[in-house]
T-cell receptor, first 112, second 115 residues
Framework: DQQVKQNSPSLSVQEGRISILNCDYT??????FLWYKKYPAEGPTFLIS?????DKNEDGRFTVFLNKSAKHLSLHIVPSQPGDSAVYFC???????????FGKGTLLTVNP | DGGITQSPKYLFRKEGQNVTLSCEQN?????MYWYRQDPGQGLRLIYY???????QKGDIAEGYSVSREKKESFPLTVTSAQKNPTAFYLC??????????????FGAGTRLSVL
């Protein structure tokens, strides 16, 4: 039972354009959401997060949007840069539970 | 500088052998975690520890064991009972706050292969 789903295994965009990565979840108890970026053979690095009491959080080129009614969140990267090419994981947690539930990831390729 | 150190970077296991993966953190985090990543898959939780001398099974604990004798260390043993151990293993740590913000920070990983 996959509670966090990233339905696009890959995404390719041109440098300077917007990248939009999507994530859907099924568990309505999730109340905190995170995005991680991962390069091959390295550990994931934290990018940005959002609490369920908000619908948008912005940090530089990265913005995360949360639509609770649709159980959907998205990560926008503007403008996209070749160095953004990596696998992006969406993750979710609920309440005081220490566990994060991860999606399978989306490979983003930004072409120069 | 602060961070999470995993060693070794590459590890090979023979049939019937137990191997131990090291994870050390100097971030003064209370909680530590072990994940497994397989190709095309997300991260799956093996074990986690909220505090010293305490740990809980994650979603795929069978064939693995852990200990948490020190705050900064959380070694993972892959036992001979784990029939498919080839994977990329990731250790993480965090300090969940009262708002339940649980940002986990990861090490660089250990790639385990079976000979």
């Amino acid at each position: 039972d996959q509670q966090v789903k990233q339905n696009s295994p890959s995404l390719s965009v041109q440098e300077g354009r917007i990248s939009i990565l999507n994530c859907d979840y099924t568990n309505s108890m999730f109340d905190y959401f995170l995005w991680y970026k991962k390069y091959p053979a390295e550990g994931p690095t934290f990018l940005i997060s959002i609490s369920s009491i908000k619908d948008k959080n912005e940090d530089g080129r990265f913005t995360v949007f949360l639509n609770k009614s649709a159980k959907h969140l998205s990560l926008h990267i503007v403008p996209s840069q070749p160095g953004d090419s990596a696998v992006y994981f969406c993750a979710a947690s609920k309440g005081s539970n220490y566990k994060l539930t991860f999606g399978k990831g989306t490979l983003l390729t930004v072409n120069p | 500088d602060g961070g999470i150190t995993q060693s070794p970077k590459y590890l090979f296991r023979k049939e019937g052998q137990n191997v131990t993966l090291s994870c050390e953190q100097n971030l003064n985090h209370d909680a530590m975690y072990w994940y497994r990543q397989d190709p095309g898959q997300g991260l799956r939780l093996i074990y986690y520890s909220q505090i010293v001398n305490d740990f809980q099974k994650g979603d795929i604990a069978e064939g693995y064991s852990v200990s948490r004798e020190k705050k900064e260390s959380f070694p993972l043993t892959v036992t001979s009972a784990q029939k498919n151990p080839t994977a990329f293993y990731l250790c993480a740590s965090s300090n969940p706050d009262e708002l339940a913000k649980n940002i986990q920070y990861f090490g660089a990983g250990t790639r385990l292969s079976v000979l």
